[in-house]
């Protein structure tokens, strides 16, 4: 099951955050080999009871991955390298760090993924595939329902259908704590739907539409790439997953809390 071996892959983060491993000098694929061999088989059972009690835990484990100043990430679908530490000090580092926010246009997304040491084009699109799954808050999307840019009308990339459908569940002035699901299709399954949405306009966050309606944009032909080839996207995922994985790790001390 394709969405099950991502999910179990994500979950690797949770594991290696709490997991006391011994100093090494280098990362390395069989890092937790002699310290937990049994890693892998663990965290399949944790999480498929995890998941049966919570269809979101996935998307929640991939979104830890990705604000947690891009730490450790592995599982049984590819072999990244492991013995990271930095993991025990990412949310000090979140403080000085400029996340991709919802409401990002793409020059801005572009920006963020090129300071962090991503590239703008590929690893952008295919890790905003990552919404395939899971919940945002009207709180991150009703400025495009009613007062878009400050215009005093909807963001005009949504679609209209989905625009009736998201105001009926996020008034003005409503919950903003209510959930909608990212994904209109298939919203608890790992796929390519989302990039099917894109093109059809029914991205749920601006920073998600504005990678295929923003005009001259780069990344439009990646979407329309991995909406029809479900393949390519998961193999451009894998490589985009270990690209951020690897960035800038800290090992040994320079890793652990003083």
Request: charged content about 20%.
């Amino acid at each position: 099951m394709a969405s099950l071996r991502y999910l179990l892959a994500a979950a690797l983060v949770v594991a290696f955050v709490l997991e006391g491993s011994p100093s090494q000098a280098q990362l390395s694929p069989s890092f937790y080999s002699s310290t937990c061999p049994n890693v892998l088989n663990i965290i399949e059972d944790v999480l498929k009871k995890a998941f049966s009690s919570d269809i979101r835990i996935g998307a929640s484990l991939i979104r830890l991955h990705f604000h947690d100043c891009f730490v450790d990430s592995g599982g049984p679908s590819w072999a990244v390298p492991l013995g990271r530490r930095d993991s025990r000090t990412a949310n000090r580092a979140l403080a000085n760090q400029k996340l991709p926010g919802p409401s990002d246009t793409l020059d801005v997304l572009k920006s963020s993924f090129r300071n962090v040491g991503c590239n703008d084009n590929f690893d952008l699109v295919a890790l905003s595939g990552a919404h395939t799954f899971g919940r945002a808050q009207c709180r991150f999307f009703r400025g495009r329902l009613y007062d878009f840019n400050n215009t005093g009308k909807p963001d005009p990339t949504l679609d209209r259908t989905l625009l009736k459908q998201l105001r009926e569940l996020c008034p003005q002035g409503g919950n903003g704590g209510v959930l909608a699901n990212f994904d209109v299709k298939t919203p608890d399954v790992f796929d390519n739907k989302y990039f099917s949405n894109l093109r059809l306009r029914k991205g749920l966050l601006q920073s998600d539409q504005e990678l295929f309606s923003t005009p001259g944009a780069d990344t439009a032909a990646i979407v329309e790439d991995f909406g029809r080839n479900q393949n390519a996207f998961f193999k451009n995922f894998v490589t985009s997953m270990i690209r951020m994985g690897n960035l800038k790790p800290l090992q040994e001390i320079k890793g652990r809390l003083d």
